[in-house]
């Protein structure tokens, strides 16, 4: 799962690489016909694994178009940038686009980088291949656009770029403005009269094609980074002469072979890595893993399929982890819970043990355990239901309180008892005989009613029964507010009823009788 088919594609040949382990090994090259490519497949039959391909080609045939499109957002964005590709490239599959900002005048187009492998020929054969082998492809590379993100990995950062790299196919020049790629192309290292190629001329040329294509103004100063080897420094510096607008400055391979973290493990490869500059684009590549560069279609299904497959043995991993230490959680607390019921049931007996212990010491018992405990459930009972006069004293009291004109004479309180049938005395039964008392008395079951007779005289001004009359009602009614409480006049201080005469005293002579006198019956009920 952590290893990665790489495979390097020019005009020529394919060469074939395995990353595994962080190192990059192999380097079988297979002939660009109908042989080589069956060569291929025996290759990859035999020494593939469940690994996905990454396929970097870097071919000549690798065009570049800047336009400017108007500025859009979402699906018709999508939409626009696809018609516009079909437009400028129609021969072939495999295109690519890229929106590197907007035009700072006017209605500020977006300004798109087009390109397209206009020669599909060269890679479809290899694409196919794989396709018939059902070999998951991630996607199709260049080393052009891939060294878009090695500008930034070697941290370069001039207005006005350009990465001069020998590879197998030639001598790559890319020119990038503000860390954008705008513009590259691909010569021969050995010219047709068998020489190598001057990189200060090539480069000369490179700078006046952008001077016409107006990406280079006049003044600007182009600087011109070139990877080649250590050995090579020397020579290729003497064909680089610095000017008014160009800037030369070089980099070893095996600098830019530490930045990209190319790691091998043959001689042969090696070598090799001292002289191109591919194993270390293939390292680039293998350790960055980005989204494919040019649209492969169907022919990236089954990557998918692949990736999908590796995300469900990815959740399936983390459920068994999680389960597992599930699991193990349940484990624990299963032995936690048979240590804690091992040490109660101990505790338990010792207990059991001691209760027993303390039974035969003590002498027998007067009566069974359960009229023992029937006794106290009686006592619990007569405590908080049997009834007393506490209750409605302390009704009567509060309601005194509110009335400080009238004084309490008497209170007769008792309890209100069901008249039970009483059966005839018999023959020879003492008439002193003491009835029964029943048990409501005590509050068992339930509480009984409660009677209360209250006797009180009001402290009015003489011969003013009409203020004493109301001080009594007003008295009998804070009485009778208090829930489950019933109240009765019994007798009024002047008894103003049609059948009854009314008669009395006034002046010294009632006074001296006495202030005026009422009986109220208070009745509660549980």
């Not at 300004?111 to 018939?132: F, G, H, K, M």
Request: glycine share 6%; with cysteine.
């Amino acid at each position: 799962m952590f290893s990665k088919h790489l495979f390097y594609l020019t005009g020529d040949q394919l060469c074939a690489y395995l990353w595994h382990g962080g190192k990059l090994t192999g380097g079988v090259c297979f002939v660009n016909n109908r042989g080589g490519v069956d060569d291929f497949m025996d290759y990859v039959e035999s020494h593939h694994r469940a690994a996905p391909v990454y396929l970097l080609a870097d071919l000549i045939e690798e065009d570049f178009q800047r336009v400017t499109m108007p500025h859009v957002s979402g699906r018709s964005a999508r939409q626009l940038l696809q018609r516009r590709l079909l437009q400028q490239y129609r021969e072939t599959p495999f295109r690519h686009h890229e929106v590197q900002g907007r035009e700072e005048g006017g209605r500020r187009d977006d300004i798109v980088l087009l390109s397209a492998l206009t020669n599909p020929s060269s890679v479809q054969p290899w694409v196919e291949a794989l396709e018939q082998m059902q070999i998951p492809l991630a996607g199709l590379y260049t080393t052009t656009l891939l060294s878009e993100d090695l500008v930034h990995k070697l941290g370069l950062r001039d207005e006005h770029l350009l990465l001069v790299t020998q590879q197998s196919a030639g001598w790559r020049q890319s020119y990038f403005q503000k860390g954008m790629l705008k513009f590259s192309r691909l010569t021969p290292a050995i010219d047709r009269d068998g020489n190598p190629v001057n990189i200060g001329t090539e480069t000369a040329k490179t700078q006046q094609f952008l001077t016409s294509q107006r990406l280079l103004g006049r003044g600007n100063v182009l600087h011109t980074v070139v990877v080649a080897p250590a050995a090579d420094s020397a020579e290729l510096d003497a064909q680089c002469e610095d000017g008014t607008e160009t800037q030369f400055r070089f980099m070893t391979l095996e600098s830019l072979a530490a930045r990209a973290g190319l790691k091998t493990g043959d001689d042969e490869l090696d070598q090799r890595a001292m002289r191109l500059a591919e194993p270390a684009m293939l390292a680039f590549l293998a350790r960055r893993d980005p989204d494919t560069h040019y649209t492969l279609g169907a022919w990236q299904r089954y990557f998918k399929l692949w990736r999908a497959r590796v995300r469900l043995y990815a959740v399936s991993a983390v459920m068994t982890v999680v389960c597992a230490a599930w699991t193990g959680h349940n484990l624990w607390q299963k032995i936690d819970a048979d240590d804690d019921s091992a040490r109660l049931t101990a505790e338990a007996s010792q207990f059991d043990r001691r209760y027993r212990d303390t039974m035969a010491e003590m002498p027998p018992r007067v009566t069974t355990t359960a009229n023992m405990r029937a006794a106290v459930n009686v006592e619990r009972m007569l405590a908080t239901q049997s009834a007393t006069p506490l209750g409605m004293a302390s009704i009567v009291s509060q309601a005194l309180e509110g009335a400080p004109q009238i004084r309490l004479l008497q209170l007769d309180w008792k309890v209100s008892v069901p008249a039970a049938g009483a059966s005839a005395p018999t023959p020879g039964q003492e008439d002193n005989q003491a009835a029964p008392i029943s048990s409501l008395v005590a509050g068992i079951p339930t509480r009984a009613p409660q009677m209360l007779v209250l006797e009180a005289e009001i402290m009015t001004p003489e011969d003013d029964y009409r203020a004493a009359v109301d001080s009594m009602n007003q008295f009998a009614q804070t009485l009778a507010r208090h829930p489950r409480m019933t109240v009765e006049i019994d007798k009024p201080p002047v008894d103003t009823r049609s059948s009854v005469k009314l008669a009395g005293k006034a002046g010294p002579q009632a006074a001296a009788s006495g202030r005026a006198k009422f009986t109220l019956n208070l009745v509660w009920k549980p």
